[in-house]
């Protein structure tokens, strides 16, 4: 199955406006988007709701250091921090960078079942995440999922989001929305068409 | 090296990270075993109940099974269809003390099971045990994950469980 299915919401070359900021801050910096503050920053796409079938996912041209962390998410019920609930695939950096997914609960979160995956990823890569009915996938440029979680908590169309922790690490390309089934992003004749969406 | 199965009783806690603004986690104690059920081959899946508590079921070598054993609740019995009766009246007791520690009442335990527990399969008893959770969240200001006394249904079945650890 191929992923992403989606096309790029966000390349950071103006602002932050389609963004809101649910911790900290984040701002576009050199056509790339940079956390404003040295701790958490969690931002979300402000609309549209996606899915309840859903993909989010974003280039890491520079990893940040070891303790740092990142998050991708989906399924947001909202974009209050201390309310949202969802699903999230949460990587942290170390000698071996340590991946899980994860169910939040009121912006707290625990991990489920299926990890923690130990595995490096190389600045300039992908990672995404993606939901289907109740089947929870992590990927690194795509091809075969780095882990995978079951969890049936959260049926609903959400927002997607994520944590670009601290100031060190860049993100580029963000994407993601709704699962299209095929694998294949329309093109913009076949949504002329109504083809494929 | 000889696979097994088994199911366990088995407490949350929260994740430590070296970076302190790192948000906190909660995790299933299992997570801690898992390198030694990956080298084995086997795997494991759980899901949350009351108490702050999951139940799990594991595949891996009988030699980690014991490991396990040593720090976790086990339920003496591996198959769900298996039922209560085989089971000494020592082993049902603790199955009942157990569940009750997770929150459950007395009067909800035996108006779900009257009479005799060996009367039961496993399936009756762990779907019991995982008819609901609590909820909970983070206090920034006391740094704490609290479990408040607010319910919501669990994640998954024990049928989808047990399927998922063959």
Redo the contacts between chains.
């Keep these: 199955m191929a992923f992403p299915t989606t096309g790029v919401l966000d390349n950071f070359s103006t602002d932050m406006s389609a963004w809101t900021v649910l911790v900290g801050g984040a701002s576009v910096s050199s056509g790339r988007c940079v956390g404003d503050v040295g701790g958490q920053n969690r931002i979300a796409r402000t609309t549209p709701t996606y899915g309840p079938d859903s993909e989010a996912y974003v280039g890491v041209p520079v990893k940040g250091s070891n303790g740092d962390w990142f998050n991708l998410f989906v399924r947001m019920t909202t974009l209050v921090n201390s309310t949202f609930d969802g699903y999230c695939l949460a990587i942290d950096y170390g000698t071996t960078d340590s991946w899980n997914i994860q169910e939040m609960l009121n912006g707290d979160f625990t991990n489920l079942p299926g990890g923690p995956v130990a595995l490096d990823f190389t600045a300039g890569d992908q990672i995404g995440i993606e939901i289907i009915g109740s089947a929870i996938k992590g990927y690194r440029n795509g091809g075969t999922a780095v882990i995978s979680a079951s969890d049936g908590t959260y049926a609903s169309a959400g927002y997607i989001g994520g944590d670009i922790a601290l100031s060190t690490q860049r993100w580029d390309d963000f994407g993601g929305g709704t699962y299209t089934a095929g694998g294949a992003t329309p093109t913009p004749m076949q949504m002329m068409m109504g083809i494929g969406t | 090296m000889v696979l097994a199965l088994g199911w366990y009783i088995v407490p949350?806690a929260r994740?430590i990270?070296?970076?302190p603004?790192?948000?906190?986690?909660?995790?299933?104690l299992?997570?801690d075993y898992?390198p030694l059920i990956r080298a084995d081959g086997g795997s494991?899946?759980?899901v949350?109940v009351m108490g702050n508590r999951a139940i799990?079921k594991v595949k891996a070598d009988t030699v980690t099974l014991g490991v396990l054993d040593g720090m976790f609740t086990r339920i003496p019995l591996d198959d769900i269809t298996a039922s209560l009766n085989s089971l000494t009246n020592s082993q049902r007791t603790m199955i009942r003390s157990k569940i009750l520690d997770m929150g459950y009442s007395l009067a909800e335990f035996n108006s779900r099971f009257p009479g005799n527990l060996g009367s039961y399969t496993l399936r009756d008893v762990l779907t019991f045990a995982a008819s609901r959770r609590q909820?909970?969240?983070?206090d920034l200001a006391t740094d704490t994950?609290v479990i408040d006394s607010d319910t919501?249904?669990c994640?998954?079945t024990i049928g989808?469980l047990d399927g998922?650890v063959l």
């Design positions: 949350y994740k990270f070296s970076n603004a790192h948000p906190p986690v909660r995790y299933c299992m997570e898992m494991w899946n759980g949350e799990v909820m909970h969240h983070y994950i919501r249904p994640s998954k989808v998922e």
